[in-house]
């Protein structure tokens, strides 16, 4: 299983049956691969609750997704003006939005949807899930393709929103903000302590439970 299937998958573990969800661009689109889709209905931006997968041969090339991938429709599902799909964002009747960051800090900041100097599509969707949704899950790589961390004390992009990331998931490890801060809940197999602390400079602490399983 590569990384990001492997983020995705931890993920889709989160997520409460029969909750209403939003899956951005990137990794967080493959959570659907680990969904019963009997319990779960997944949303768009640009307007269909019931978003499912779709064979090849059955594509349409005018129903896509807000990333504008191709996407089917499960039996039940209902379409809507992009602007009420806004509105069902914003009067917090989204469960939970998964979505890819740039950097997440020490605050729950979350920087997704500008690079300084860079040319790139912009906020989309992104600032309105931030705000709206009960609950938001980042899924990233843990450090940059330069290396750098993605975990952070303060971001240096722009920021989204001022909502703070309820859980953040990396092919390093799982945080949960807890008691006004982030805790590191889970490693991931092969991964170290020591690992996490060297690629990290975000605050945080480390749950008593997974101490107690690292010093057995």
Not at 157 to 175: E, G, H, K, L
């Amino acid at each position: 299983m590569s990384k990001k299937e492997m983020i995705a998958k931890k993920a889709a573990e989160e997520l409460a049956p029969h909750s209403i969800i939003n899956l951005g661009i990137g990794i967080p689109t493959l959570v659907a691969n680990y969904l019963d889709k009997d319990k779960y209905y997944l949303h768009t931006e640009n307007g269909l609750l019931g978003v499912t997968s779709v064979e090849e041969e059955d594509i349409d090339p005018l129903l896509v997704n807000a990333g504008k991938l191709p996407v089917g429709e499960a039996v039940g599902a209902s379409y809507f003006h992009s602007a009420d799909s806004f509105a069902m964002i914003r009067g917090g009747h989204v469960d939970t939005a998964i979505l890819g960051a740039l950097q997440v800090d020490s605050n729950g900041h979350v920087a997704n949807w500008a690079i300084p100097g860079k040319d790139i599509i912009g906020v989309g969707g992104a600032m309105d899930l931030l705000v709206g949704a009960k609950q938001i899950i980042i899924t990233t790589n843990h450090v940059s393709k330069d290396g750098s961390p993605k975990l952070v004390d303060e971001c240096s992009y722009p920021i989204t929103s001022n909502r703070r990331a309820d859980i953040i998931i990396t092919d390093m490890a799982t945080f949960k903000w807890k008691n006004d801060g982030y805790e590191l809940t889970e490693l991931i197999d092969g991964t170290s302590l020591k690992d996490v602390e060297e690629n990290t400079t975000l605050s945080y602490r480390v749950s008593e439970k997974l101490l107690q399983k690292e010093s057995k």
